[in-house]
């Protein structure tokens, strides 16, 4: 199975900021991988699909990058609303896997 | 608009079964895969399966293999995951998710999540 490892695994914040999130693969995933944001007692909800393609729907604001073992997930001015948790996902094969979580709260 | 609409919560016993039902409405339920995925209160998401609306094929984690079956059913656009021998560590909220495989493989949208609670 692939691992996927975010750090970190929470973070304090304050509106405005600039916040990077990083997950990395135990193995190589190409692009396959996806970004969702969860709120509390919530669905997680898609932001980032193939490494960097922002869903329709999402805010400018949140963006993807990388390829091979390591990604990032960048808020480039947080807002009020972005304080929740995002979690990685690959889906280079299967069994598809998350990332442990990254809880990002108000600073 | 595209939604999924899940069944609402169960309590069971250990050892018993539970069949979760998932509802899609507004695309076309036959050309999509659909994936399960739980979540135990205050942890991290656990991908359990798929399943494609399209040919019936399943894949399911090794975890749960022999004790779950997802299954769908056309004619209603409906997606069920049943789970068997009940634990109590399958205490969780259970998600269905329809598979995008466009420009990707990514889960969306997902249904708000049934709270299944196991417990003598």
């Known amino acids: 199975d692939i691992q996927m490892i975010q750090s970190p695994s929470s973070l304090s914040a304050s509106v405005g900021d600039r916040v990077t999130i990083t997950c990395r693969a135990s193995?190589?995933?190409?692009?396959?991988l996806n970004w969702y944001q969860q709120k509390p007692g919530k669905a997680p909800n898609l932001l980032i699909y193939?490494?960097?393609s922002l869903q329709s729907g999402v805010p400018s604001r949140f963006s993807g990058s990388g390829s091979g073992t390591d990604f990032t997930l960048t808020i480039s001015s947080l807002q009020p609303e972005d304080f929740a948790t995002y979690y990685c996902?690959?889906?280079?094969?299967?069994?598809?896997?998350f990332g442990q979580g990254t809880k990002l709260e108000i600073k | 608009q595209v939604q999924l609409v899940q069944s609402g919560a169960e309590v069971k016993k250990p050892g018993a079964s539970v069949r979760v039902s998932c509802k899609a409405s507004?695309?076309?339920?036959?050309?999509?895969?659909f994936t399960w995925v739980r979540q135990a209160p205050g942890q991290g998401l656990e991908w359990m399966g798929w399943?494609?609306?399209?040919?019936?094929?399943?894949n399911y984690a090794q975890n749960i293999q022999g004790r779950v079956t997802m299954t769908t059913d056309t004619s209603t656009s409906t997606v069920y995951m049943e789970l068997r021998s009940l634990r109590s560590d399958d205490t969780a909220v259970y998600y269905c998710a329809r598979v995008v495989t466009s420009g990707g493989n990514y889960f969306d949208p997902w249904g708000q999540g049934t709270l299944v609670t196991v417990s003598s």
């Open positions: 507004g695309f076309t339920f036959g050309t999509y895969g």
């Open positions: 193995q190589t995933i190409s692009n396959y």
């Open positions: 193939a490494a960097s």
């Open positions: 996902q690959q889906s280079y094969s299967t069994p598809r896997t």
């Open positions: 399943i494609s609306a399209y040919s019936g094929n399943t």
